[in-house]
C-alpha cells in the first residue's frame, strides 16, 4: 500500500511539474492550482500538499529556486487547507469551482504578503500591482477545475474497476 502512495504521489507531483513548466509562457495561467484541489477530493488533503510542496520544489530547481518557494509552499497548504475544510460542506461543481476561485485570489494575497515582507515593500502596493497576475491565476484555476475532476473522476472509477479485480 505505502508503494502504489509513494508511486502516485511521484507520477502526481511530475504531471504538476510538467503542466507548470508547459504553461511557463503564460503568467499564472496553470492548471496546478486546480490539479491540488482536484488531490483534496480525489486522494486527500495530506497528498494534495505533499504534491504542491513537492511540486514547488522541483520546478524551483527548473524555473529558479529562492526563499519564495517557501512561501508558495505555505500559501497553498493553508488555502488547501481552507478548500478541504469547505469541500465536506459545499459540493456542487459549480458552488466548489467559486470556492476555488476565491482561495486562488488568497493565494494571490498570502503569496504578496510573504514576498513584500521578504523585498522590504509595503504590503497594499506590492498586491495591488500584481493583482492581474492574481485574477489571471483565479480564473485559469476555476475554469481547469472541472476540466480536471471530470478526468479524475474516469481515473479514479477505473482505479476502483482494476483494484476489484
Same mark, same amino acid.
Given at each position: 500500500?505505502?508503494?502504489?502512495?509513494? /508511486?502516485?504521489?511521484?507520477?502526481? /507531483?511530475?504531471?504538476?511539474?510538467?503542466?507548470?513548466?508547459?504553461?511557463? %509562457? !503564460? *503568467?499564472?495561467?496553470?492548471?496546478?492550482?486546480?490539479?491540488?484541489?482536484?488531490?483534496?477530493? %480525489?486522494?486527500?488533503?495530506?497528498? %494534495?500538499?505533499?504534491?504542491?510542496?513537492?511540486?514547488?520544489?522541483?520546478?524551483?530547481?527548473?524555473?529558479? !529556486?529562492?526563499?519564495?518557494?517557501?512561501?508558495?509552499?505555505?500559501?497553498?497548504?493553508?488555502?488547501?487547507?481552507?478548500?478541504?475544510?469547505?469541500?465536506?460542506?459545499?459540493? *456542487?461543481?459549480?458552488?466548489?469551482?467559486?470556492?476555488?476561485?476565491?482561495?486562488?485570489?488568497?493565494?494571490?494575497?498570502?503569496?504578496?504578503?510573504?514576498?513584500?515582507?521578504?523585498?522590504?515593500?509595503?504590503?497594499? *502596493?506590492?498586491?495591488?500591482?500584481?493583482? /492581474?497576475?492574481?485574477?489571471?491565476?483565479?480564473?485559469? @484555476?476555476?475554469? !481547469?477545475?472541472?476540466?480536471?475532476?471530470?478526468?479524475?473522476?474516469?481515473?479514479?472509477?477505473?482505479? @476502483?474497476?482494476?483494484?476489484? /479485480?
Amino acid at each position: 500500500m505505502m508503494t502504489k502512495r509513494l /508511486t502516485r504521489l511521484a507520477i502526481l /507531483t511530475a504531471l504538476a511539474c510538467v503542466l507548470r513548466l508547459v504553461f511557463g %509562457a !503564460f *503568467p499564472n495561467v496553470k492548471p496546478i492550482a486546480a490539479l491540488f484541489f482536484v488531490l483534496i477530493l %480525489a486522494y486527500g488533503l495530506a497528498d %494534495a500538499i505533499i504534491v504542491s510542496s513537492l511540486t514547488m520544489v522541483v520546478t524551483g530547481f527548473l524555473m529558479g !529556486f529562492s526563499v519564495i518557494i517557501l512561501g508558495q509552499m505555505i500559501s497553498y497548504a493553508l488555502i488547501l487547507s481552507l478548500g478541504a475544510l469547505v469541500f465536506k460542506w459545499i459540493k *456542487p461543481i459549480f458552488l466548489r469551482t467559486l470556492v476555488i476561485f476565491g482561495l486562488t485570489m488568497l493565494y494571490g494575497v498570502l503569496i504578496s504578503i510573504f514576498s513584500a515582507r521578504l523585498f522590504g515593500s509595503p504590503i497594499l *502596493p506590492f498586491w495591488l500591482s500584481g493583482l /492581474t497576475f492574481d485574477l489571471a491565476h483565479a480564473v485559469s @484555476t476555476a475554469l !481547469f477545475f472541472p476540466i480536471l475532476v471530470t478526468i479524475f473522476k474516469n481515473i479514479l472509477k477505473h482505479d @476502483t474497476e482494476s483494484d476489484a /479485480t
